[in-house]
């Protein structure tokens, strides 16, 4: 089975807007797409793959996902509300998305929040969720191995497949906490 430290490195875990990367002026929808492209690129499964469309963030802009544009120009704020939409729709619906944000939409908006603090303190979770997937990780891959033995005939590939299984248990854990949560959230 690959080493933990192979699997880890072929995954750049460490991919997101930062706000130092957010250029200073507001930016056209295809400039948007290109900072997400170039940010996310390593990323993709597949080159054919694409990170963010005109028709994504058309079709948040209409979902009021994010509060309106203004002049066809998207702001420093609506670029950390698209990155936020990005990294939840890996597990959520659209609408489970609109139902999170409302609240911060709603705050900025109203000029009484600052979203830039807010989506630092995103940041460094997602540093320290980095972080313990690296600890977490090596510990899965010594479990999977630990319940085959390698020498055992297809053992690599039992190993892997138990891994995988291990893995997708727990991300399914994850999203189920998470999915209560917005659940909770958007009922209050």
Do not use: C
């Not at 080159?47 to 420093?76: D, H, Q, R, S």
């Amino acid at each position: 089975m690959k080493e933990w430290e192979e699997l880890v490195n072929g995954l750049d875990s460490k991919q997101n807007i930062l706000i130092e990367n957010i250029p200073s002026i507001d930016l056209y929808m295809d400039q948007v797409i290109q900072l997400f492209e170039k940010t996310f690129a390593d990323s993709k499964r597949t080159e054919e793959e694409k990170i963010l469309t005109k028709t994504m963030i058309n079709n948040y802009a209409k979902g009021k996902l994010f509060f309106p544009v203004k002049n066809k120009k998207y702001t420093n704020d609506h670029i950390m509300l698209i990155s936020l939409i990005y990294q939840l729709k890996g597990a959520l619906s659209i609408t489970e998305i609109k139902g999170v944000l409302n609240g911060l939409n709603e705050k900025v908006v109203s000029d009484d929040f600052d979203l830039e603090e807010f989506y630092q303190s995103y940041l460094n979770l997602f540093e320290k969720n980095t972080e313990d997937y690296k600890i977490n990780l090596k510990e899965k891959v010594a479990d999977a191995v630990e319940e085959v033995d390698s020498g055992e005939k297809d053992g690599e590939y039992l190993q892997t497949v138990l891994l995988i299984a291990s893995l997708v248990s727990m991300s399914n854990l994850y999203r189920r906490t998470a999915e209560k949560l917005v659940d909770d959230l958007t009922k209050g």
